[in-house]
């Protein structure tokens, strides 16, 4: 028998999945996902799970309720580790205790993942203490959607009589009726009171007036759902304590290229800056295997003298290699290391080596100019790289008369899941600027997309000069980090982005 895992994925922001959370999806043999869980979070699932959308959002359940318990039932039969995976907070308005009674009856194993509620972040991602004692000592979270042909069953007079903030869920349409209803029951028109759009995603909106005035600024601004409610002298204090807002890259959509195992540094710098991240990555590395040149380097490197890698993937593909020949870091213990740029000697410390040569610029041509200068009459250079690496390094070495054997290691693999998604979101000019931190890269994203996509409703953002080349070769606009590193990437965003 298998087991069942109800996990809530939080309000949307990916970063506020709990750790438990995201180790039972990354475990799951089944997730069923609801629609208000975010793209980032149903990106971990893995590749081999089967995914079930059960869409369901206000007044439409393609998939009903009791359906939904009955899948969760018959995957848990067929001994899978199942996920039922929830916007927000299970228990909080999100029908979890329902799913769980069938699988009760049935006798299957199942616990609990508690997710962050939209009823307390989004509040706080909109500058609005929940509670704060000048104001309010309690916070009262209530459903503003009702079952199908029938009236919300909510005590008004109680809710005014108690003086705590009111958070409404789901409330969207039912707002007007609410606020009346306040109103009757003795609250003042003047209460301070916010509707909040999107909470916790980069495209929040926020609309704060008073309980007379909501529904008025609310129209004009074409709130929609998802949203929510909040009704309370805590609302005055959104300007002030608004730190979402204005965090610098707020509003601004940028697609990340890097391959999957590589973009989280890029990605979660991005997002902490307030930018929208689309994670788009097309291409991965494949290690070439079998590989004569690589066996043969390997059983006599002490011909070389000099060891050179161009990227962190050449790295791990390096130790793998190693592996494979039952050796290790030891075997390097006689040569030089040179790298391209920072993000590789970071690799490369990673696995207790540290490199003697990095050009202050990272490109093949000052690697190359470098290598020039350094390596001495009679030593030889072993260059472990791509099967399609650019040509400037191997041939600024040999019209130097460098000596050097330069083994291809990996092979860059150009695809994308999302490709339909990213052509559509380029189509309707949704994106505004999307990084390549390699030549590789940019191949990569054109080859991904259907031929004639359009690439000039953007800006490229590049880490160097021959990633900047590729992109213009492209028909790009572009701009280029002062150096070939992610902090000189995000700096010069902000100061695009900023002018």
Same mark, same amino acid.
């Given at each position: 028998m298998g087991h069942v895992t109800l996990v809530g994925a939080g309000p949307g922001d990916p970063g506020l999945l709990t750790v438990k959370g995201r180790q039972a999806i990354l475990n799951a043999d089944v997730v069923v996902y609801d629609r208000l869980v975010g793209p980032e979070i149903l990106a971990l699932m893995p590749s081999k799970a089967e995914c079930i959308d059960v869409g369901k959002k206000s007044n439409h359940h393609p998939v009903p309720q009791w359906r939904i318990n009955e899948i969760l039932l018959e995957k848990a039969r067929e001994g899978k580790r199942v996920v039922r995976l929830k916007g927000g907070d299970c228990f909080l308005f999100g029908r979890g205790g329902e799913e769980l009674e069938l699988l009760v009856e049935n006798g299957i194993d199942f616990d609990v993942v508690p997710g962050v509620t939209s009823a307390l972040a989004v509040p706080a991602y909109a500058g609005i203490?929940?509670?704060?004692?000048?104001?309010?000592?309690?916070?009262?979270?209530?459903?503003?959607?009702?079952?199908?042909?029938?009236?919300?069953?909510?005590?008004?007079?109680?809710?005014?009589?108690?003086?705590?903030?009111?958070?409404?869920?789901?409330?969207?349409?039912?707002?007007?009726?609410?606020?009346?209803?306040?109103?009757?029951?003795?609250?003042s028109a003047d209460m301070p009171a916010a509707m909040i759009e999107r909470g916790t995603l980069p495209g929040q909106r926020k609309v704060v007036a008073t309980v007379g005035t909501l529904v008025q600024e609310m129209q004009k601004a074409g709130i929609e759902s998802p949203a929510i409610l909040i009704v309370g002298s805590v609302c005055a204090l959104s300007d002030g304590f608004d730190w979402y807002d204005k965090l610098p890259l707020h509003g601004v959509t940028v697609a990340v290229t890097r391959p999957k195992q590589r973009a989280g540094t890029l990605t979660e710098r991005l997002r902490r800056l307030g930018a929208d991240v689309i994670s788009y990555p097309c291409i991965e590395t494949e290690t070439i295997w079998p590989?004569?040149?690589?066996?043969?380097?390997?059983?006599?490197? =002490?011909?070389?003298?000099? +060891?050179? *890698?161009?990227?962190?993937? %050449?790295?791990?593909? @390096?130790?793998? !290699? &190693?592996?494979? /020949?039952?050796?290790?870091?030891?075997?390097?213990?006689?040569?030089?290391?040179?790298?391209?740029?920072?993000?590789?000697?970071?690799?490369?410390?990673?696995?207790?080596?540290?490199?003697?040569?990095?050009?202050?610029?990272?490109?093949?041509?000052?690697?190359?100019?470098?290598?020039?200068?350094?390596?001495? =009459?009679?030593?030889?250079? +072993?260059? *472990?790289?791509?099967?399609? %690496?650019?040509?400037? @390094?191997?041939? !600024? &070495?040999?019209? /130097?008369?460098?000596?050097?054997?330069?083994?291809?290691?990996?092979?860059?693999?150009?695809?994308?899941?999302?490709?339909?998604?990213?052509?559509a979101m380029l189509a309707d000019g949704s994106i505004d600027y999307i990084t390549f931190t390699s030549a590789s890269t940019v191949h990569g994203f054109v080859e991904s997309l259907p031929e004639g996509t359009n690439m000039t409703g953007f800006t490229a953002l590049c880490i160097g000069p021959s990633t900047e080349k590729a992109a213009k070769a492209a028909g790009m606009h572009t701009i280029t980090a002062a150096n070939a590193t992610i902090d000189a990437m995000l700096m010069t965003l902000q100061e695009e982005y900023h002018k």
């Open positions: 203490p929940v509670t704060h004692r000048d104001f309010t000592s309690s916070v009262h979270i209530i459903t503003g959607h009702a079952k199908a042909g029938s009236e919300l069953d909510i005590d008004f007079d109680a809710l005014v009589r108690h003086k705590g903030t009111l958070v409404f869920l789901m409330s969207v349409s039912s707002t007007p009726m609410i606020l009346h209803r306040l109103m009757q029951a003795g609250m590989n004569m040149p690589v066996v043969e380097a390997l059983a006599s490197m =002490e011909q070389y003298h000099w +060891l050179v *890698l161009t990227s962190p993937a %050449g790295v791990d593909v @390096l130790v793998q !290699l &190693l592996n494979a /020949a039952d050796m290790d870091m030891r075997s390097l213990a006689h040569m030089k290391v040179a790298v391209i740029g920072a993000g590789t000697a970071k690799k490369l410390k990673e696995h207790g080596l540290r490199a003697d040569y990095i050009p202050a610029v990272y490109d093949s041509v000052h690697l190359a100019e470098g290598l020039i200068r350094l390596v001495q =009459e009679g030593e030889r250079v +072993l260059m *472990l790289r791509a099967e399609i %690496g650019t040509p400037e @390094l191997p041939e !600024l &070495l040999a019209q /130097a008369c460098v000596s050097f054997d330069d083994v291809p290691v990996y092979r860059t693999l150009y695809h994308s899941e999302r490709r339909e998604e990213m052509a």
